[in-house]
């Protein structure tokens, strides 16, 4: 009720500094205790982790890690903050962030701009919550493509005992050449790498850390069929599905609809949803899905549910729908 109201005035401000603002208020909300959401508990064993409830926050809302606790306060069943990177960097230039009202929809091409994964870590000790906390990791946009892995390496050893989960973000629209690491020999050496540093970091802290992929909506099913195979092969813990999409469809003739960047929002759903699917037949409960993509509504979460995921995530949805979609979908689930 009360976003309702605000959110007019929100959406007179730039996006981005609506965002900020956003965030800035929750946490004064949160200090003087005025924000919490009471959400039933509906508990999920996903991974080895049991979750309080299956809806989670998607990456890139908080992407240094500084509101966990205000955020935790609306009801997630788990966080996911990043994407970080080994270095600080200011991200693509501005303006890089745009609503598209008329379909629900967001456009962005922020290019991971974040603070540094050193910084994160300093946020995320300083935090309060003891939920589950997923962490997504980058590589730095000058970091050449060829040697990403080095760059996933350090942020996964940095994290690994700071995240209940680690997800490595391969599929942003808005990192040159970063969605070449989702084919061929290219994601074989990552997923191996990686996968061989996460179980000597299991051994060295005898406690193991789930490994996670991120993959766009914009995959062909060969790349679907390869991905899975690949996920199979290498033992990967889990798979988010999907990041935003290059398609167009649906915003075309709006304003903005034409900017560079990754599609969120409602046009998403239905493309991302059947690329769960798709994986859901593919890896036949092997490993298990996170849906993520268009949820707006309750309903919605639950078609993800259908498609074959077992949690689920929202961001572009709180920005028109509010937080009480966080409580809307775990009573629909």
């Not at 906390?133 to 493509?145: E, Q, R, S, Y």
């Not at 798709?278 to 549910?305: D, H, M, N, W, Y």
Request: proline share 6%.
């Amino acid at each position: 009720m009360l976003y309702s109201l605000a959110r007019p005035l929100l959406f007179s401000l730039a996006p981005e500094r609506a965002h900020e603002l956003t965030l800035s208020l929750l946490k004064s909300g949160h200090k003087m205790g005025l924000m919490r959401q009471q959400v039933a508990a509906k508990p999920v064993t996903c991974m080895g982790i049991e979750f309080p409830n299956p809806v989670g926050l998607a990456a890139g809302l908080d992407k240094n890690g500084a509101y966990i606790d205000a955020l935790a306060a609306l009801g997630f069943g788990f966080i996911e903050i990043g994407t970080i990177t080994p270095r600080p960097q200011a991200g693509n230039p501005h303006p890089r962030l745009f609503r598209l009202p008329q379909a629900k929809a967001i456009i962005n091409r922020m290019g991971f701009n974040n603070d540094g994964v050193d910084k994160l870590i300093e946020n995320v000790k300083a935090a309060k919550f003891k939920g589950v906390l997923g962490i997504n990791i980058g590589k730095n946009a000058d970091t050449p493509v060829e040697k990403a892995v080095d760059d996933y390496l350090i942020c996964l050893e940095k994290v690994y005992n700071y995240a209940s989960y680690i997800t490595v973000n391969i599929s942003s629209p808005n990192t040159k050449n970063l969605r070449s690491l989702q084919s061929g020999d290219a994601l074989t050496e990552l997923l191996q790498t990686l996968k061989q540093r996460q179980l000597a970091l299991a051994e060295e802290h005898q406690h193991y850390v789930p490994l996670v992929l991120k993959v766009a909506p914009d995959l062909e099913p060969s790349d679907i069929e390869f991905i899975a195979q690949q996920l199979l092969q290498f033992k990967i813990d889990g798979l988010i599905v999907t990041n935003t999409t290059l398609s167009r469809e649906g915003v075309e003739n709006l304003p903005h609809g034409d900017e560079a960047g990754g599609l969120s929002g409602a046009p998403v759903f239905e493309k991302s949803t059947a690329c769960l699917a798709a994986f859901a037949k593919t890896l036949e409960g092997k490993i298990p899905l996170i849906g993520v993509g268009g949820i707006l509504s309750g309903e919605q979460a639950v078609a993800k549910r259908n498609a074959g995921a077992t949690l689920v995530q929202v961001y572009s949805g709180l920005v028109y729908t509010g937080p009480e979609l966080v409580k809307d979908c775990v009573d629909a689930l």
